[in-house]
Each structure stands twice: as structure tokens, then as C-alpha cells.
């Protein structure tokens, strides 16, 4: 993945920002839920009746967003420069560390920060952490 910094928009990106955390906002004070993706996802794994509804809307709004905004105006080309092992692989990874986390990078990193959680402290610091030490072995060890 390669970052476009001639082209990097600040406000749009200030705008996502802004916005993800309004909708995180407003699903904590309208449904009393954290907007964790990994937990909404493994709700849907292990269903429990009458709490499914909410879970396949988020996702589907999370899979149909890109469409609507699409309509607007064209979504930004997406390089990636990894093979699909590899890109297996870290989803693995990111997955088996959302479990031993009890969560992900929205649910510690957005909503956890905001609540100063101090167990979200500590998992978005790892998350940090580990990502440093995968992007150093990759580049400067193995490739």
C-alpha cells in the first residue's frame, strides 16, 4: 500500500474522521452499543434471536456505503502492493489478535480511546506497537 502524498486531502480526511466518530457517537447514545466491527462481525457468528437485525444492517451498511458514495462522486483508486498469501496471512493475524484482544482497532482504538478505557489504552498501544514490528521485519529484515 502506498500512501499518495502529493495528492493527501486533509479536510476529507478530517471530514471521515469527524464523521466516524459522530456515527460512533450516535450508536452508543441510540443503542447502547460499541461500534466494534470484530464484535459485531462474531455477533453474527454465534446469533442470538432478536439481535441479529441490527448486526447484518451495520454490516451491510459498512459493504453498501462505498456504492452510495460512488454516486457522489468517484471513489479514490486503492493500490495494493502485497500477494494474496500474504494478504491472507495478515488477516489471520489481525483476526486471531482481535480475539485475544477482545476486540479491534474501531472498537479500542475509536470507541475505547474516547471512554478513556484503560484496558483500550493498552490494546490500541499494542496494536501500534505490533504493527511497527511487522512493517520493520518486513521491509528492513525479510525484504
Given at each position: 500500500?502506498?500512501?499518495?502524498?502529493?495528492?493527501?486531502?486533509?479536510?476529507?480526511?478530517?471530514?471521515?474522521?469527524?464523521?466516524?466518530?459522530l456515527?460512533?457517537?450516535?450508536?452508543?447514545?441510540?443503542?447502547?452499543?460499541?461500534?466494534?466491527?470484530?464484535?459485531?462481525?462474531?455477533?453474527?457468528?454465534?446469533?442470538?434471536?432478536?439481535?441479529?437485525?441490527?448486526?447484518?444492517?451495520?454490516?451491510?451498511?459498512?459493504?453498501?456505503?462505498?456504492?452510495?458514495?460512488?454516486?457522489?462522486?468517484?471513489?479514490?483508486?486503492?493500490?495494493?502492493?502485497?500477494?494474496?498469501?500474504?494478504?491472507?496471512?495478515?488477516?489471520?493475524?489481525?483476526?486471531?489478535?482481535t480475539?485475544?484482544?477482545?476486540?479491534?482497532?474501531?472498537?479500542?482504538?475509536v470507541?475505547?480511546?474516547?471512554?478513556?478505557?484503560?484496558?483500550?489504552?493498552?490494546?490500541?498501544?499494542?496494536?501500534?506497537?505490533?504493527?511497527?514490528?511487522?512493517?520493520?521485519?518486513?521491509?528492513?529484515?525479510?525484504?
Amino acid at each position: 500500500m502506498t500512501i499518495d502524498w502529493a495528492n493527501f486531502t486533509p479536510w476529507s480526511s478530517l471530514a471521515g474522521g469527524v464523521l466516524i466518530g459522530l456515527a460512533t457517537a450516535m450508536f452508543l447514545l441510540l443503542n447502547g452499543r460499541i461500534a466494534g466491527i470484530s464484535g459485531i462481525l462474531g455477533g453474527l457468528l454465534r446469533p442470538i434471536k432478536g439481535d441479529v437485525g441490527w448486526r447484518v444492517a451495520f454490516v451491510a451498511g459498512l459493504i453498501f456505503s462505498p456504492i452510495a458514495f460512488s454516486v457522489a462522486a468517484p471513489l479514490p483508486a486503492v493500490q495494493i502492493d502485497a500477494d494474496a498469501a500474504s494478504l491472507i496471512m495478515a488477516g489471520l493475524l489481525v483476526g486471531i489478535g482481535t480475539r485475544y484482544g477482545s476486540g479491534c482497532t474501531s472498537g479500542h482504538g475509536v470507541c475505547g480511546l474516547s471512554r478513556l478505557s484503560p484496558r483500550s489504552m493498552v490494546a490500541t498501544a499494542l496494536f501500534m506497537l505490533a504493527g511497527f514490528v511487522t512493517v520493520f521485519i518486513t521491509r528492513h529484515l525479510i525484504g
